[in-house]
Every structure is written in structure tokens, then in C-alpha cells.
């Protein structure tokens, strides 16, 4: 049932332009509907078919994505990266956009580059392009089931088939192997967040408006690391009547 699984070649990519995790870097500009989509096009699913993504989505610099309508469902390891200089908009015309987690199991949710700690959100001088990514969710949007909803960073894997593993026998958080566990904060959150690349890659822009609804995230929204909000710099990220 999957629409692409990582040996799915031609379309996906595996090398460090894509932090070596299989992915389906989106090569074009455009809005994407259950009947035009680039899986239609390329004649994976049929027009009208929900999405099923066992690698990565990509968006990457100069690329401008619309998803509009549209049911994507994403296994455990998977996520939507937008890179420095592209942006990915979720809205609905006709129902609802809705990003899930294959079978109701978690995934790693939306991640938005940005200039990292330090660095001012501008126009690269070079690309003449941003040197952040950009995510926009307005009304009827649905992000379900993902670890964060949106970071507004590039983080690590959470691997969340092996995630047992991070608790047993852990001298840390639970040396007696016992079955009383700590949190997923506790356990993994704090390394995650505090990843150099993490650090590094933090500013991602994330403006979420109109009751765009987030279900069943261990975090809806992660601005990590960086001032949102300076008065001196466009865009800021924006959380308006989102509903948690």
C-alpha cells in the first residue's frame, strides 16, 4: 500500500543532501490536490488516492509547496523537511488537509530549517533566496500523531521502532530494568532538542493560523532555540487560534 518505500528508485534519494535518510525531494513549485500531485503524475497512485510515505518529503531550496485537500499518512521515521529557501503551505478549499501517522502510529512530524542560533533571518546574498524554511498552516488543517507537530529546526532521528531500547537496562532512567518508565522527555527530548545540528539548523519560520488543529502530538509547536520575535527582522513565527 505504500505510495513510496525507501528502495523505491528512481525517486528516492539517500545521501547527505538529505542528512542520509530516504527521501522524495519535491523537484517543482506547485499545489498539490488528491487528483495533481507528483505521485499521480508519476503514476504510483491513482487521482483521488490518499498518500502512504515509508521516506521522507522534502522541499527544498527555491521550491514553494502547496498541499491542498489532501491525506497523507507517514510511518514511524519519516517527516517533511523544508529546507533553507523553500516553504511548504497547508490549506483546504474543499475539506481537510490532514498529515498522520500510518495505522495511528506516531512519525516524526513537520521540520522547518532555519539560519541556526545566532544568525538573523535574511536573503542569502548568494541564492538571493531566504535562509530559512517556511511553514504555513491555515483553517481545516490537521497535524495528527506526529512527536512534534512543527519544529522549527532540523532534528534527528527519533527512531521510534527501536525506542524501547533507549529504556531497558538504562543506567540512567532505569537501572533496575523495572516497568515503571520515566517520560519521552525525559528519556530523549532534552538530547534531541540540544543536537548540534539542531542548534545549528534552528529559526525555521512556522506561522500556524486559523484553527489549524494539532491531535495527538507530544509537542504541537517547538520553536527551539532561537528568538521568534526580534523587532528588528521579518518573518516571525506566528501561533494564532491553533487548537492543541
Do not use: K
Amino acid at each position: 500500500l505504500l505510495t513510496l518505500a525507501p528502495n523505491s528508485a528512481p525517486y528516492v534519494t539517500n545521501n547527505p543532501s538529505t542528512d542520509n535518510r530516504p527521501a522524495y525531494i519535491v523537484t517543482a513549485s506547485g499545489t498539490w490536490t488528491p487528483a495533481a500531485n507528483d505521485f499521480v503524475s508519476l503514476g504510483l497512485v491513482a487521482s483521488g488516492s490518499n498518500i502512504y510515505m515509508d521516506v521522507d518529503l522534502i522541499i527544498p531550496a527555491d521550491v514553494n509547496l502547496t498541499i491542498s485537500d489532501m491525506t497523507l499518512f507517514f510511518s514511524p521515521n519519516t517527516r517533511i523537511l523544508v529546507q533553507r529557501g523553500g516553504s511548504l503551505t497547508l490549506n483546504s478549499i474543499q475539506g481537510i488537509t490532514t498529515l498522520t501517522g500510518l495505522c495511528n502510529s506516531m512519525w516524526q512530524g513537520i521540520q522547518a530549517e532555519g539560519p541556526g542560533l545566532g544568525t538573523l533571518r535574511n536573503i542569502d546574498p548568494i541564492t538571493s533566496l531566504p535562509n530559512y524554511g517556511m511553514v504555513t498552516a491555515f483553517a481545516n488543517t490537521h497535524i495528527e500523531n506526529a512527536i512534534i507537530g512543527i519544529a522549527a529546526a532540523n532534528l534527528p532521528l527519533i527512531d521510534v521502532y527501536n525506542i524501547g531500547l533507549l529504556y531497558t537496562n538504562n543506567p540512567i532512567f532505569n537501572p533496575g530494568n523495572n516497568s515503571v518508565y520515566p517520560t519521552l522527555t525525559a528519556v530523549l527530548l532534552t538530547a534531541y532538542i540540544n543536537y548540534p545540528t539542531a542548534v545549528a539548523s534552528s529559526g525555521g519560520v512556522c506561522r500556524v493560523f486559523s484553527q489549524t488543529t494539532f491531535n495527538n502530538c507530544f509537542h504541537g509547536v517547538n520553536l527551539c532555540w532561537y528568538d521568534n520575535a526580534p523587532a528588528n527582522q521579518q518573518p516571525v513565527c506566528t501561533i494564532e487560534n491553533a487548537l492543541f
